[in-house]
T-cell receptor, first 114, second 115 residues
Framework: GDSVTQMEGPVTLSEEAFLTINCTYTATGYPSLFWYVQYPGEGLQLLLK?????DKGSNKGFEATYRKETTSFHLEKGSVQVSDSAVYFC?????????????FGTGTRLLVSP | DTGVSQDPRHKITKRGQNVTFRCDPI?????LYWYRQTLGQGPEFLTY????????KSRLLSDRFSAERPKGSFSTLEIQRTEQGDSAMYLC?????????????FGPGTRLTVT
């Protein structure tokens, strides 16, 4: 079945450092890809998405490019802030399932220190 | 638009007891999803509704679990004869399905602890 693999955390960075969180996927069809973020004590929030190959999703300084050839959707940010500390989940949704079930990775915790 | 709400936020119960959770989706959203998230894992799909019809159930949803969405608005998830393995965060999400975007909006979750 479909699956998502993302790098284990925690990822610990200093403020203004460059961030990469790796995500690869396995899918039988042509999925849409998502990054969700979960801040402490809050629900999951959609951070960005891409619906087809070579699309780039971006939001709040974060970016991810849908790479079909490497089945990847790595999350990047050029300069992280303390407020970016959260758990980040990569997810996919198979368009052809009709009901848009999300399949999530295990999450990567990001800790940013001042 | 007040977002997806879930009640209660926390529930502690003894093994063998029944529990019921409620989810209120964003108004006008016609799809409602339930997910379960255990510690250190990503959310896993349990079931979803299109209006009041339950259209898909995961194998994770044993016979002890039942979900309803009686009028196509709020939904309830009941767990009968709870077991310690049921301890998890139960997440609800809703979406409005139209051609193109199907973004799911998540609630804050109900954390269940079975002692």
């Amino acid at each position: 079945g479909d699956s998502v693999t993302q790098m284990e955390g925690p990822v610990t960075l200093s403020e203004e450092a460059f961030l990469t969180i790796n995500c690869t996927y396995t899918a039988t069809g042509y999925p849409s890809l998502f990054w969700y973020v979960q801040y402490p004590g809050e629900g999951l929030q959609l951070l960005l998405k891409a619906t087809k190959a070579d699309d780039k999703g971006s939001n709040k300084g974060f970016e991810a490019t849908y790479r079909k050839e490497t089945t990847s959707f790595h999350l990047e940010k050029g300069s992280v802030q303390v407020s970016d500390s959260a758990v980040y989940f990569c997810a996919l949704s198979e368009v052809n399932t009709g009901f848009q079930k999300l399949v999530f990775g295990t999450g990567t915790r990001l800790l940013v220190s001042p | 638009d007040t977002g997806v709400s879930q009640d209660p936020r926390h529930k502690i119960t003894k093994r063998g007891q029944n529990v019921t959770f409620r989810c209120d989706p964003i108004s006008e959203h016609n799809r409602l999803y339930w997910y379960r998230q255990t510690l250190g894992q990503g959310p896993e799909f349990l079931t979803y509704f299109q209006n009041e019809a339950q259209l898909e159930k995961s194998r994770l949803l044993s016979d002890r679990f039942s979900a309803e969405r009686p009028k196509g608005s709020f939904s309830t998830l009941e767990i009968q004869r709870t077991e310690q393995g049921d301890s998890a965060m139960y997440l609800c999400a809703s979406s409005f399905v139209y051609e193109g975007d199907h973004e799911q909006y998540f609630g804050p979750g109900t954390r269940l602890t079975v002692t």
